[in-house]
């Protein structure tokens, strides 16, 4: 294959000599894609990658990564600008609008998502049907799915107004479900969300909260909330995202593509990953262990593998990493906690980093590598930090989707394969068979 600048083609030979041409698209920064939607009209070859390693889904204008150089800009604005001097729903309204909003829209926005942060009360017996015990993760699947059975007048996906009503719906419902999850698993009552209180202390609220005294926000901890909201808010064609998109594709109604997108996120290779971090470092246990623990992450015949680190497109460090690190010295700090978990993450952090293995495939903490660690020292269970993550990462699902359908080219997503089964064969009578 020869790529030629000038006429900014691919072309293609195939073995028997015959010859096609592929267009080369350039984006606004980052890599050019070849066009490769008229290859099997033309050469009844289908591309295979698997993974999609070298795959551009789709076009978008959302989020953009550098892996290379550790750079994550949503809209154009750095994600450490972002986190060191936004808050999470100007990041929201960023994310879904593609401008920072003035003033009046930002407080607009505000109120809008305020107002609907309360879930329908007969939601509430959804609750009485799961066990106590129920991961968050499987309780946020079932109850977001089933928003689909209350809010019949946003699932009309053709129709701008409901898409937008289902956006503001999604994201200001996560923290009230997510919360009510917690709340459930440990036989408290559901606390009603505060419109006075701004996003991530409203979740802090309905999460600790009791009825019978006042609660006490902490500022430091509604920061840090708020912060780790905004470094989970979006991050390209992730699994999750292209599971949301691809649903989405097919017009089934939001609700049920967010759910698709949770039931993705909740895997250990992808946002269980934070859960499994805080097991792993509790299971190394101390600082002395760290060293066997990278033996075994390297080991070929051993399935364990240092949670929290290596990542598809950061080949250096993930920004949000460093972020979160800097926000987990900050908020421990802060509280006076001293969490020898941290010791040992951060022994893991510089034994790695020094490892050949990792530096050759490198493998850098990613953004799960100390987001546990906060949130433990917020005296979040650990059963709950994916579920943050999913609350957070709902705005960029319902940005993508909502991208996704106001995309022209857009067509139902359907993948073809490299079949290597059988070829066809009769069908053998049962007493005939071996
Ligand atoms: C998230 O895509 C996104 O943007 C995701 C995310 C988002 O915001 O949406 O950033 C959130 O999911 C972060 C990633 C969280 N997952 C983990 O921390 C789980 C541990 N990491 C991995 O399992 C792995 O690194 C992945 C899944 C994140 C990436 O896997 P890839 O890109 O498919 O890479 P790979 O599995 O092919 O690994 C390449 C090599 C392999 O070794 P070799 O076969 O070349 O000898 O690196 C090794 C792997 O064995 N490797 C690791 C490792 N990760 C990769 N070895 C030890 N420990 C690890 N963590």
């Known amino acids: 294959m020869t790529a030629k600048g000038a006429n900014k083609v691919a072309t293609l030979t195939d073995p028997t000599g015959k010859t096609i041409q592929l267009p080369i698209i350039d984006g606004s920064i980052g890599p050019s894609v070849i066009d490769v939607r008229k290859l099997y009209s033309d050469t009844g070859h289908f591309t295979y990658d698997p993974g999609y390693t070298s795959t551009g889904s789709c076009e978008s204008k959302i989020t953009y990564i550098d892996g290379d150089q550790g750079i994550l800009l949503h809209r154009g604005y750095a994600i450490e600008e972002l986190a060191d001097k936004g808050d999470f729903l100007e990041v929201a309204y960023l994310i879904l609008n593609g401008e920072l909003p003035n003033k009046e829209q930002k407080a607009g926005f505000v109120k809008n998502v305020t107002y609907h942060t309360m879930v329908h009360e007969q939601m509430t017996q959804f609750w009485r049907g799961f066990r106590r015990d129920a991961h968050p993760m499987a309780v946020m699947c079932g109850v977001v799915g089933a928003m689909a059975a209350f809010y019949h007048d946003s699932t009309n996906i053709s129709d701008p107004r409901q898409r937008k009503i289902a956006s503001y719906r999604l994201i200001a ?103 499994a971090v805080l097991e792993m470092l509790g299971e190394i246990g101390s600082k002395d262990k760290v060293g066997d623990a990278v033996k075994r992450a390297k080991d070929k015949d051993s399935s364990f593998r240092l949670m929290g680190f290596g990542h598809r497109v950061y080949k250096n460090f993930d920004p949000r990493a460093k972020i979160m690190q800097k926000t987990c010295h900050e908020v421990l700090g802060e509280l006076g906690i001293k969490d020898p978990l941290l010791d040992v993450a951060m022994e893991l952090e510089k034994v790695a980093l020094q490892d050949d293995y990792f530096v050759q495939r490198k493998l850098y903490p990613n953004v799960d590598f100390y987001s546990g660690i906060i ?29 996704m359908i106001e995309d022209p080219q857009q067509k139902i997503g359907r993948p073809r394969q490299l079949y290597t089964g059988q070829t066809q064969r009769p069908y053998v009578a049962l007493e005939k068979r071996g």
Not at 182 to 191: L, N, R
Not at 194 to 215: D, R, S, T, V, W
Not at 381 to 389: K, L
Request: glycine share 8%.
């Open 173 to 275: 419902k996560m923290p009230t479900i997510a919360a009510m999850a917690y709340k459930y698993s440990v036989g408290q009552p559901f606390m009603y969300p505060q419109n006075k209180l701004n996003y991530a202390e409203n979740f802090l609220y309905m999460m600790f909260g009791i009825p019978c005294e006042e609660y006490k926000m902490s500022p430091v901890l509604a920061k840090a909330m708020d912060r780790i909201f905004i470094l989970h808010a979006d991050h390209e064609q992730n699994a999750s995202t292209s599971t949301v998109r691809l649903a989405g594709s097919s017009g089934a109604n939001p609700f049920a593509c967010i759910a698709a997108g949770i039931a993705s996120l909740w895997g250990p290779a992808h946002g269980g990953a934070n859960e």
């Open 375 to 403: 949130l433990k020292a917020m005296g979040i269970p650990t059963s709950m930090f994916t579920a943050i993550f999913a609350l957070a990462r709902t705005v960029g699902w319902v940005a993508q989707w909502r991208e």
